[in-house]
C-alpha cells in the first residue's frame, strides 16, 4: 500500500499550490478567517500523507523515484520530472508541512487584524509548495526551481507591508544576496551537465565510483554548491540579509527564515554528501565557515536588543554549527539538528511574537520586563525554547547539539573547542533574553491596550511545538545512554557510505571520552546560565548606551560594521558606477550620439524636401543629371 502511494508523491505540492490559487484569485471574497483556514487544511493533508509515507519507510518500503513526465531532452541530456521518496525528503517532508502546519494555524490569530490577511496566506502557501518541490526533486534542477521560488516567497513575505519603504530595502537586500549565492549553484549544474551528462541524483552519485574524475572538478563542483548554501542559509560573507527580514510577519520568520528555507542549504550538502565526501578541501572550507559564522552571529546576538533579531543571529549561529557537522563528516548530526532546531526555534520566534503581540508590536527588550506572570502561557513555552536550545537533557537540543560536538571532535580538538564556545554564547544570549523580557522591571504597555495573553489559535500551535521540544530529540538519543540512536538508523542508507568514507583511518570514541564529551559541556552550559541569572535577575545589570561602551562591546553591538564595510566597499562603489555609466555613458555618449544621428537625418529629410517641386522639367533634369553621373563612375571602373 505503501509502494501505491508513492504514484501519488505529486499530490503532496499539489495541495498547497491549490490553496495558493484558491486564495490568489479570490482574495477579495474570503471574509473572517476563510483564507487561513483553507491555506492550513491545505498543508494539513500533505503533512498526514507525508506521516503515512514516514512510517512506512520506517517499516522497511523501499526508496522510490517517481516520474511524472520527460521533461527536457536535448541531445544525451535527459531531465524528467520526477520526485525522489526516501528517507531523508521523507524527513523534510514532515518538518516543512508538520512545522508549516502549526505555525498557519498560529498566523490566523497573529494575523487576524491586518488588512492584507488573505495576501499573507496566499504567499504562504505558494512558499509551502516550493519548498515541497525543494525536498522532493529527484534532480538538482528541480531543487534549483524549489530553491529560486522559496527565494521569491521571502522577498514577498519580508516586504509584506510594502508601505514601509525599510522593509522594502529588507526584501531586496535579501533577494540580491541570495541571487550572489544562486549564481554558483547554477554555475555547478551547468558543470555537473558537462562532467556527468546528466542532473538526476542517482545518475551522478552512480559515477562518481566508476568514472574517473579529477579531483579538482569534483572540488570546483562542490564549492559552487556551498556557495549557493552560503547565501540561502545566511553564512559568511552572505548572511546580513537575515536579521534584516525580521521586517516580515513573525509568523513568517518562525516558518521560513528559522525552520525551513534557510536550512534547504544544509539540506542540499546533505542530500550530496557522496560528491562532498570527495572533496576534502571542500569540507575544510565548510567547517571553517560554518564555525566563523556561529562564532560571529552567536557574538553578535550578545548585545543586540531587538527581540526578534537576536533570535534572526542565534538562528545565523545554529545554521553555522550544522555546517560544521557537515564539514566534519557527521551529516546525520546536521540533520538531527535541523530537525529539533525547527521545533525549537519555531516555538521561540512564535513565544517573541506572542510578547510582541501582549505589548502591541513592541521589539525592543529593554522596554520590556515583569512579563512572566501577565502572560504565563507564553513565558513557559518561551522558557522550554530556550532550555531545548542551550542544549540542557532531557530536550530536544541536547541531543543534537552532543551529536555535533561529537562530530567536531573527530576534526580535531581546535573545531570541538571553538564549537562548544558558540554552544555556550548560545545559552547566554537566550537566557539573558529571557531573563530581561520576564523578569527584570515592570512592563509600562499603553493603558488603552494592557498586556494580554495571546489566544489559543497561537498557544496551542505553541503548545506543540513545546512538546516537540521536549520529547524530539529522543529519537536520537545515544547508544550510551540507553537509547536506539533511531535517527543513525533511519538515516544510515544514505549516509553511511560517506562518513564511513570520510572517518577511515579514525579511531572512535571511547565510551568514558564520550560521557565526558557530554558531561564536560553540560556542565559549562549550566554555569553559563547561572552567570546571565546572576547578572539580569540579581544584579539588575541594565545594558549600557552606545556611547558608554566600551570599544569592544560597542564593535559587536555595532555588529563589526559588517553593513557598513558592505556599502563603503560595495555598494557605494557600484552605485557610482552605475551613475558614472548612466550619466556620462549613457546620457552624454550613447544617447547623444543616437540622438545627433536621429537630429542628421530630420535635418536632411528638412533639407532634401526643397527638391519635390512639383515642376516636371526639374525632375526631368534631375533624372539626366544623375545619368551622366552614372555614366562617368561606369567610365572610371
Known amino acids: 500500500m505503501v509502494n501505491a502511494m508513492f504514484e501519488y508523491i505529486w499530490l503532496v505540492p499539489l495541495f498547497p499550490l491549490i490553496g495558493f490559487l484558491l486564495i490568489a484569485f479570490n482574495f477579495r471574497r474570503f471574509k473572517g478567517h476563510t483564507a487561513g483556514i483553507i491555506a492550513s487544511v491545505m498543508v494539513f493533508i500533505p503533512f498526514l500523507v507525508s506521516l503515512f509515507l514516514f512510517f512506512g519507510l520506517t517499516n522497511g518500503a523501499e526508496s522510490k523515484t517517481v516520474e511524472l513526465f520527460n521533461w527536457i531532452?536535448?541531445?544525451r541530456l535527459t531531465i524528467p520530472f520526477s520526485f525522489l521518496v526516501d528517507r531523508l525528503s521523507a524527513l523534510m517532508l514532515l518538518v516543512v508541512t508538520g512545522v508549516g502546519f502549526l505555525i498557519h494555524v498560529y498566523s490566523i490569530g497573529y494575523m487576524k487584524e491586518d488588512a492584507g490577511f488573505n495576501r499573507f496566506f496566499s504567499y504562504m502557501n505558494l512558499f509551502v509548495f516550493f519548498m515541497l518541490l525543494l525536498v522532493l526533486g529527484s534532480n538538482y534542477l528541480i531543487m534549483f526551481i524549489g530553491w529560486e521560488g522559496v527565494g521569491l516567497c521571502s522577498y514577498l513575505l519580508i516586504g509584506f507591508w510594502f508601505k514601509n519603504h525599510d522593509f522594502n530595502n529588507a526584501a531586496k537586500k535579501a533577494f540580491i544576496m541570495n541571487r550572489i549565492g544562486d549564481l554558483g549553484f547554477l554555475l555547478a549544474l551547468f558543470l555537473m551537465i558537462k562532467t556527468f551528462g546528466t542532473l538526476n541524483f542517482d545518475g551522478i552519485f552512480a559515477q562518481i565510483s566508476t568514472i574517473p574524475i579529477r579531483t579538482s572538478t569534483i572540488?570546483?563542483?562542490?564549492?559552487?554548491?556551498?556557495?549557493g548554501a552560503i547565501g540561502k542559509s545566511a553564512q559568511i560573507p552572505l548572511f546580513t540579509w537575515l536579521p534584516d527580514a525580521m521586517?516580515?510577519?513573525t509568523p513568517v520568520s518562525a516558518l521560513i527564515h528559522a525552520a525551513t528555507m534557510v536550512t534547504a542549504g544544509v539540506y542540499m550538502v546533505a542530500r550530496s554528501n557522496l560528491l562532498f565526501a570527495m572533496s576534502p578541501v571542500t569540507l575544510t572550507v565548510i567547517s571553517?565557515?560554518?564555525?566563523?559564522?556561529?562564532?560571529l552571529a552567536g557574538s553578535i546576538a550578545l548585545f543586540q536588543n531587538d527581540i526578534k533579531k537576536i533570535l534572526a543571529y542565534s538562528t545565523i549561529s545554529q545554521l553555522g554549527l550544522m555546517f560544521v557537522a557537515l564539514g566534519a563528516g557527521a551529516f546525520t548530526g546536521a540533520m538531527f539538528h535541523l530537525t529539533t532546531h525547527a521545533f525549537f526555534k519555531a516555538l521561540l520566534f512564535l513565544a517573541a511574537g506572542s510578547v510582541i503581540h501582549a505589548l502591541n508590536g513592541e521589539q525592543d527588550i529593554r522596554k520590556m520586563g515583569g512579563l512572566k506572570d501577565k502572560i504565563p502561557v507564553t513565558f513557559w513555552l518561551f522558557l522550554i525554547g530556550s532550555l531545548a536550545i542551550s542544549g540542557l537533557p532531557p530536550f530536544a537540543g541536547f541531543f543534537s547539539k552532543d551529536m555535533i560536538l561529537l562530530g567536531a571532535f573527530h576534526s580535531g580538538p581546535v573545531l570541538w573547542s571553538l564549537s562548544m564556545?558558540?554552544?555556550?554564547?548560545?545559552?547566554?544570549?537566550?537566557?539573558r533574553l529571557l531573563f530581561i523580557v520576564f523578569w527584570d522591571k515592570a512592563a509600562n504597555p499603553d493603558s488603552k491596550?494592557?498586556?494580554h495573553e495571546s489566544p489559543k489559535s497561537m498557544t496551542i500551535p505553541m503548545s506543540v511545538l513545546a512538546v516537540l521540544s521536549v520529547f524530539g530529540g529522543l529519537i536520537g538519543v545515544p547508544?550510551?545512554?540507553?537509547?536506539?540512536?533511531?535517527?543513525?538508523?533511519?538515516?544510515?542508507?544514505l549516509f553511511a557510505n560517506s562518513e564511513t568514507f570520510m572517518l577511515k583511518g579514525v579511531d572512535p570514541v571511547s565510551e568514558p571520552t564520550e560521557l565526558w564529551l557530554m558531561i564536560a559541556p553540560l556542565l559549562l552550559i549550566l554555569a553559563v546560565i547561572y552567570w546571565a541569572y546572576s547578572l539580569y535577575v540579581r544584579k539588575r545589570v541594565q545594558d549600557q548606551v552606545e556611547p558608554e561602551l566600551s570599544f569592544v562591546r560597542n564593535l559587536i553591538y555595532r555588529k563589526f560594521y559588517i553593513d557598513e564595510l558592505y556599502e563603503s566597499a560595495i555598494q557605494k562603489p557600484v552605485a557610482g558606477l552605475s551613475i558614472f555609466l548612466h550619466e556620462v555613458i549613457e546620457v552624454k555618449m550613447i544617447d547623444r550620439l543616437v540622438n545627433q544621428t536621429g537630429n542628421l537625418v530630420v535635418w536632411i529629410g528638412k533639407n532634401i524636401r526643397y527638391m519635390q517641386t512639383g515642376n516636371v522639367g526639374i525632375y526631368l533634369f534631375y533624372m539626366v543629371v544623375s545619368i551622366i553621373l552614372i555614366l562617368f563612375l561606369n567610365l572610371f571602373k
Open 73 to 75: 531532452s536535448f541531445n
Open 219 to 227: 572540488t570546483i563542483i562542490t564549492l559552487l554548491l556551498f556557495a
Open 247 to 249: 521586517a516580515g510577519p
Open 288 to 295: 571553517v565557515i560554518g564555525v566563523s559564522t556561529a562564532l
Open 421 to 431: 564556545l558558540a554552544a555556550l554564547m548560545t545559552a547566554f544570549y537566550i537566557f
Open 449 to 451: 491596550h494592557p498586556v
Open 479 to 493: 547508544l550510551l545512554l540507553g537509547g536506539s540512536d533511531y535517527i543513525q538508523t533511519f538515516l544510515a542508507p
